[in-house]
Every structure is written in C-alpha cells, then in structure tokens.
C-alpha cells in the first residue's frame, strides 16, 4: 500500500481519463516503469477534480522485489511535482483499500478578508467581506455530528442506494487571523457532501441561516434548501482510517431510495 499525497489543482480528480491528468493515470505510468505487472490498483476512495489530499492510501499488487523504500524513492524520482508517495507498506495478500477503509477525515480551508491571498488561492475558498460568525457555524455544525439521512446534502448526480451516514466530528476551527478550517469526519461520504455541509455554514456565518435551520434541512432531505457546493480547492483528504484505528464496520440503514443491484459506497467530493 502506498500513501499518497496530492495538489489536485491541476489534476482531474484520482479516477484515471484517457485525455486528462489524475491522479491513478500518474500513479499507473510510474508503476509501469517499476513494476510493469502491477495489477488491481485501488484507492480507498475517488477525489473529484481539484480536490487534494494528505494522505492517499492506495493498494496494488506485484511480483516485483523492489524494498519499501526503494519503491517510495523511485516513484517519487517519476511522479510529477504535484504528487508524492508518503509511504509504502507491505500488505497482507488481499488487502484492498477501499473495501477495508473504515472511515475518513477531510478538512476545507476558507480564507474571510477583503483581499484575496494568493499563497492560499490553490488550497482555500476565498469570502469576501466581514469576517462570518464561527460561532453559530460551530453551533450549526454540531446538529451535523451522529447518525442521519443526509439526502438534502449531496449532489443531483448522487446515485448512492441509501443517504444514510454517521459524521463522528464537524468542527469550525479559527487557524489564523483570516484563515477558518472546517473538519469533517465520518464513516462514509455521499457525493459532495463535505462541500454542501461547508457551503451551508457558510450561510449560517453569514447570517442567511440560522443553526435551527440546519437541523430543519437535514430533516427535510430537500437539497434545494442547503447552502451551494464550496468550490473544490478548499477541500482536503486529510486521513483515511482503517480497523486497526479502531473504527468499526460501516453499518448504514436508510429511509431513503434503494436500489437492489447496488452497493453502498463513497463516492467523489
């Protein structure tokens, strides 16, 4: 398993294209030059385009008898600038990445001042104006935290069989004197569900919700009623878990539509 760290910014989320730059396309070229028979490569979950990470954990199989850490300096020797391999960890046969993750955190980064900062246009969405009001956004944030149907904060193009999720942690954090983190933790995502539920605080530190509201949305399942989809630069995988960390099995049931053929999982954010 190789840990992956990620500036999505020109990057085509991980999912690999044939006329773009991602993240498995880059991974794949570099693995064919050091182990060509590399197969059944799989990431414990699917960034959208423009979204980064910390840490990647990606699992693949081959014959090669190349030492962990020969492997993590000459991937890093042939993968672009704006990818890294962080680590590399020899797993047990059938290990896979994304079947075995437990959980995962993201953190989304808003920059609230008048001028823009360039050294974080690439990594944080920027507010213009008046600092927002943390302390409802924390207050709205903490109706987010357990088990619940989180239909009114995924996207249109969400197909997942059930909107059930459990979110062990939404925190607003204040970084710096105009820098606001957002952290979300949880068992599973739906699909740019992190983005909804920060485009939501938003409006509740702006003052165009309030905390109750928040709750009455997540009631409703109505995604018209939520804030808009915060831009993708802000938005990081920070950290996947796994068993080992203490999480358990992902156990969802849903009041929400069901298709019989299909399989829950995470989806791109």
């Not at 414990?44 to 993590?72: M, N, Y």
């Not at 935290?145 to 239909?151: K, P, Y």
């Not at 739906?190 to 997540?218: E, F, N, W």
């Not at 831009?231 to 929400?256: C, I, M, N, R, Y």
Request: with cysteine; hydrophobic share 40%.
């Amino acid at each position: 398993m190789v840990l992956l760290a990620y500036d999505g910014t020109d990057l085509h989320g991980w999912q690999y294209q044939e006329n773009a730059r991602s993240v498995q396309g880059e991974l794949i070229a570099a693995l064919a030059r050091m182990a060509p028979d590399a197969i059944r490569l799989r990431a414990s979950g699917r960034t959208d385009a423009g979204v980064h990470a910390e840490a990647l954990p990606v699992t693949f199989q081959t014959r090669a008898a190349i030492p962990s850490r020969g492997l993590l300096r000459g991937l890093n020797s042939l993968l672009p600038e704006d990818i890294a391999v962080r680590a590399v960890r020899e797993m047990p046969h059938g290990f896979d990445a994304r079947s075995e993750a437990r959980g995962k955190r993201y953190h989304y980064d808003l920059w609230s001042s008048e001028w823009p900062n360039p050294l974080r246009r690439r990594t944080s969405w920027w507010l213009r104006g008046a600092f927002p009001d943390t302390v409802a956004m924390a207050r709205a944030a903490e109706l987010l935290v357990g088990n619940h149907d989180f239909a009114a904060f995924r996207s249109a193009q969400c197909d997942s069989p059930t909107t059930r999720r459990r979110l062990k942690r939404v925190e607003v954090n204040t970084q710096a004197p105009h820098l606001i983190r957002i952290v979300v933790e949880g068992d599973a995502f739906l699909q740019h569900m992190v983005r909804i539920i920060v485009g939501t605080l938003v409006d509740v530190g702006r003052g165009r919700k309030s905390p109750a509201q928040v709750s009455r949305i997540l009631a409703s399942g109505d995604r018209v009623l939520a804030g808009q989809t915060a831009p993708a630069q802000g938005l990081t995988l920070e950290k996947v878990f796994f068993a080992e960390d203490g999480w358990p099995a992902k156990t969802h049931s849903s009041p929400g539509p069901r298709h019989p053929s299909r399989k829950t999982r995470d989806t791109k954010l």
